[in-house]
């Protein structure tokens, strides 16, 4: 997959007539146009879409046209969560197969573009563009003015074709980013992992905690995420996948392992390019998660809410590594127990619905 970063600077020049695309020019593209932040089943969708595109139509390169950070990042007071960071973004399309993306800063230059003139300057001029596919919901341009009966309007015009591909629904909901986030703060990670197409994950790194856990039979690992903009399913305590470097698995905590996955974030600089990364193979055990305050342990409460994943029959050493979770199902809701060894009881009857679960979910289906 090549990777064409647009700086809001580059951008800048290129509508000053100053400069075209860095590398080997585009020609005869077809092209999909969005955030594409989860990569769910809906983006997917409209990604085999223009790849089938290019198939049937002869064309060079099957290209998405992105942005470094979402757009409403830039545009809403509100700005939404990511489901995916950057980098975990870039993996997710690796895997899909296109084979070109193209990501922009989004920049007050760009947003104030009319649709029109954005298509012929960026999709048409620079990409060659020969087919478009879009979303039922495209729109683009400034006052969002390209949508689906503007953009066709547009292709008649223009000369290349242009394709709507229809919403997909899920349970009678029609799968999109706002639906995985609000199913995440509600705590419904299963039915947020149907719209994925896999359950949903963050990356992080393993800092330094108190070590209460341990000393009743429950030690954990307190995660710090890599992207502090990532979306956070609701408090509670979850069954989940945790991916941990191959090399902290030794002896007797290679029973805890259930499979191995070859997975890494790809490296990037500070612009967003890539920098490319080896492949790295973890091991993925059962683990039982907790994100809140540990009422219990902190009567009063902690300054933020914290992860602390159990990884299920291990005792490696992962301090300061980095893991990945994958969320599978909620447990329960956090809670205030009147003792220490209450929470020891009901961390063992977590603890047997974690490995439930987890036994139910078919790793190899779902996992990875």
């Given at each position: 997959?090549?990777?064409?970063?647009?700086?809001s600077?580059?951008?800048?020049?290129?509508?000053?007539?100053r400069?075209?695309?860095p590398?080997?020019?585009?020609?005869?593209t077809?092209?999909?146009l969005?955030?594409?932040?989860?990569?769910?089943?809906?983006h997917?969708?409209?990604?085999?879409?223009?790849r089938?595109?290019?198939e049937q139509?002869?064309l060079?390169?099957?290209c998405l046209?992105?942005f470094?950070h979402?757009?409403?990042s830039v545009l809403?007071a509100d700005r939404?969560r990511?489901?995916t960071?950057?980098?975990?973004?870039?993996?997710?399309?690796?895997?899909?197969?296109i084979?070109?993306?193209?990501a922009?800063d989004f920049c007050?230059?760009?947003?104030?573009?009319p649709?029109?003139e954005?298509?012929?300057?960026f999709?048409s001029?620079l990409?060659?563009?020969?087919?478009?596919a879009?979303?039922h919901?495209v729109?683009?341009?400034?006052?969002?003015?390209?949508?689906?009966?503007?953009?066709?309007?547009?292709?008649?015009r223009?000369g290349?074709?242009f394709?709507?591909?229809?919403?997909l629904?899920?349970?009678?909901?029609v799968?999109?980013?706002s639906?995985?986030?609000?199913?995440?703060r509600?705590?419904?990670?299963a039915?947020a992992?149907?719209?994925?197409g896999?359950?949903y994950?963050?990356?992080?790194?393993?800092g330094y905690?108190a070590?209460?856990?341990?000393t009743?039979?429950?030690?954990t690992?307190?995660v710090e995420?890599?992207?502090?903009d990532?979306?956070?399913?609701a408090?509670?305590?979850?069954?989940v996948?945790?991916?941990?470097?191959s090399?902290?698995?030794?002896?007797?905590?290679r029973?805890a392992?259930?499979?191995y996955?070859?997975?890494?974030?790809?490296e990037?600089?500070?612009?967003?390019?890539l920098?490319?990364?080896?492949g790295t193979?973890?091991?993925v055990?059962?683990?039982m998660?907790?994100?809140?305050?540990?009422?219990t342990?902190?009567?009063?409460?902690?300054?933020?809410p914290?992860?602390?994943?159990?990884v299920?029959?291990?005792?490696?050493?992962?301090?300061?590594?980095?893991?990945?979770?994958e969320?599978v199902?909620?447990?329960r809701?956090?809670?205030?127990?009147p003792?220490?060894?209450?929470?020891?009881?009901?961390?063992?009857?977590?603890?047997a619905?974690a490995?439930?679960?987890?036994?139910?979910?078919?790793?190899n289906?779902r996992?990875?």
């Open positions: 997959m090549r990777l064409i970063r647009l700086s600077e580059l951008i800048t020049r290129i509508l000053d007539g400069e075209t695309l590398g080997e020019a585009l020609a005869d077809a092209v999909a969005g955030a594409f932040d989860g990569v769910h089943l809906g997917r969708a409209l990604i085999d879409a223009v089938r595109a290019r139509r002869g060079a390169l099957s046209f992105t470094r979402h757009p409403r809403d939404p990511l489901l960071s950057w980098s975990e973004k870039l993996a997710l399309l690796q895997e899909t197969g084979d070109a993306v193209v922009a007050p230059a760009l947003a104030a573009l649709y029109d954005f298509v012929r300057r999709l001029g990409l060659g563009m020969r087919h478009l879009g979303g919901d729109h683009l341009g400034a006052g969002r003015g390209g949508r689906a009966d503007s953009l066709a309007e547009l292709a008649r223009d290349f074709s394709e709507v591909v229809p919403p629904a899920l349970g009678g909901e799968v999109s980013s639906a995985v986030r609000r199913l995440l509600e705590g419904e990670v039915r992992a149907d719209m994925l896999r359950p994950s963050l990356w992080g790194e393993v905690g070590g209460r856990g341990a009743f039979g429950y030690p690992a307190n995420p890599l992207d502090p990532k979306q956070l399913p408090p509670g305590v979850y069954a996948w945790v991916h941990v470097p090399d902290a698995v030794v002896g007797d905590d029973r392992v259930v499979g996955r070859h997975g890494h974030l790809p990037v600089d500070r612009h967003g390019d920098l490319g990364a080896p193979e973890r091991a055990c059962r683990g998660l907790n994100y809140g305050s540990a009422p342990i902190h009567p009063g409460g902690l300054p933020q914290r992860l602390e994943v159990h299920l029959d291990f005792r490696g050493y992962v301090r300061e590594r980095s893991l990945k979770l969320w199902t909620r447990l809701d956090e809670r205030a127990f003792s220490v060894e209450a929470l020891r009881e009901q961390l063992a009857r977590d603890e619905g490995r439930a679960a987890l036994d139910s979910e078919t790793f289906r996992g990875g």
